[in-house]
């Protein structure tokens, strides 16, 4: 994204979110992020105005280039993560600001987030080191851009594109495409993010969560096979899982629904499955177990294997009736959801109970991420099967409100601790 003219007389005007998102919306799709570039020239006087979008795997983030000049046939320039100012921002989500030594330039570095899901950065070089008032600008303009691409990217490939460093293939393709379209969320009771690493030959993993005005529901599944087979009895699950959930089934016909639609349609395919519903209101947990690896629970310094009974994956041999089961959670928890893609060959040289301990402090979104990049690390780049996490950090009922500034929960004094 780079800068040009504008004819917009309030040049000089304070950037607000509303003028901002305004002007975003004057705009076609594709050219509502140069949009906002002119007008951070224009008020701050900028030298240059960029948004970097962070990639599929969080691992590194791409330069999107002015409308007109996003070639899609092209691959898209990465710029590696680990060990920069980039990394430091989106991981502390909070401006970097260091003077360049060029020409006297300044840069910042802001977090393009919503909810816990980083989008991207927004990246500026000032002629002078940015005061208070700036600096509130530039963190609203950032907040803004947030709702500008999801705003926007249905719309356009451009977002798409800019998050792929390398051609995904048609079963990764089809794969990336039944995840939520945001990896992360944050809210009062829970905070909830999701990781994926696909295979050298995809394996079928996905993850998928939901909220509602009174419940938080979670799947992670793992279809047998590879490449487009597996992606298809990947659809196949996903699609009939959402399906009755929004048809408003319980937890137990959700899970019959999918077994059906799987040995209707399944061709004689299987996927294993985890389905987690935990009330907003009480804090009560159900849960599903079929087939799938257990779930990891991080208390007060410590990681337990939850050992819950197991049935059958989807689509294997005769109907059979779903155990719907409770999980013990309370607040201050952390649960890992996972694949046992994540356990399998190069992945046990990993002590996943040890590196949930040393990442305790860092957000869902984050742990989620150092435990996919270790596993990767692990295979030297190269992964037999689907690496898939998912975190959720259980903060308890007794928060009620979100601060939207910091992600923080607040809690409601009128309730007892402990809820």
Same mark, same amino acid.
């Given at each position: ?95 970097? $600001? ?13 977090? $393009? ?20 008032? $700036? ?41 990336? /495409? ?88 399944? /061709? ?54 779903? /155990? $719907? ?8 928890? /952390? ?85």
């Amino acid at each position: 994204m780079t800068a040009g003219q504008t004819g917009d007389s309030r040049a000089g005007d304070p950037l607000t979110l509303a003028r901002t998102l305004e002007a975003a919306e004057a705009a076609a799709p594709v050219e509502s992020l140069d949009v906002v570039a002119r007008m951070l020239k224009e008020r701050l006087g900028a030298a240059s105005v960029s948004f970097l979008i962070t990639d599929f795997n969080g691992s590194s983030v791409v330069r999107l280039g002015a409308a007109g000049s996003v070639d899609i046939g092209e691959p898209a320039e990465r710029i590696a993560l680990r060990g920069t100012l980039y990394d430091d921002v989106i991981r502390s989500q909070r401006p970097g $600001v260091e003077d360049t030594g060029e020409d006297a330039l300044v840069r910042i570095v802001a977090p $393009v987030t919503n909810r816990g899901d980083a989008i991207g950065l927004l990246e500026l070089f000032l002629p002078t080191a940015p005061d208070a008032e $700036v600096m509130r600008e530039i963190g609203e303009t950032a907040h803004a851009l947030a709702y500008i691409v999801i705003t926007n990217r249905p719309f356009t490939d451009v977002y798409q594109w800019g998050r792929r460093t390398r051609p995904l293939s048609l079963a990764a393709e089809i794969q990336h /495409r039944l995840l939520p379209a945001s990896l992360a969320c944050e809210a009062a009771q829970f905070t909830v993010a999701g990781a994926l690493e696909p295979a050298d030959h995809v394996g079928g993993d996905t993850f998928d969560y939901v909220i509602d005005r009174d419940t938080v529901q979670l799947s992670v599944t793992d279809a047998m096979g590879h490449d487009v087979a597996a992606a298809l009895l990947a659809t196949l699950v996903v699609g009939a899982l959402r399906r009755a959930r929004r048809a408003g089934a319980d937890l137990q016909e959700q899970a019959s629904q999918a077994d059906a639609a799987m040995r209707e349609h399944g /061709r004689a395919g299987y996927v294993t499955g985890q389905l987690l519903r935990i009330s907003l209101l009480d804090g009560t947990t159900e849960f599903i177990n079929a087939g799938h690896p257990w779930p990891l629970r991080l208390r007060d310094g410590e990681v337990t294997q939850i050992v819950p009974k197991i049935d059958l994956p989807f689509g294997v041999l005769n109907p059979h009736t779903y /155990r $719907v089961q409770t999980l013990d959670l309370r607040p201050g928890d /952390r649960l890992v959801m996972l694949t046992d893609g994540m356990l399998e060959r190069n992945a046990d040289s990993v002590n996943l109970p040890d590196l949930i301990v040393r990442t305790q402090a860092l957000h869902p979104r984050e742990a989620a991420r150092t435990l996919i990049g270790a596993i990767v690390d692990a295979g030297d780049g190269h992964l037999d099967d689907d690496a898939t996490v998912m975190c959720l950090d259980w903060h308890g009922i007794r928060h009620v409100q979100r601060a939207a500034a910091t992600g923080a929960d607040l809690a409601d004094a009128s309730l007892p601790s402990g809820q």
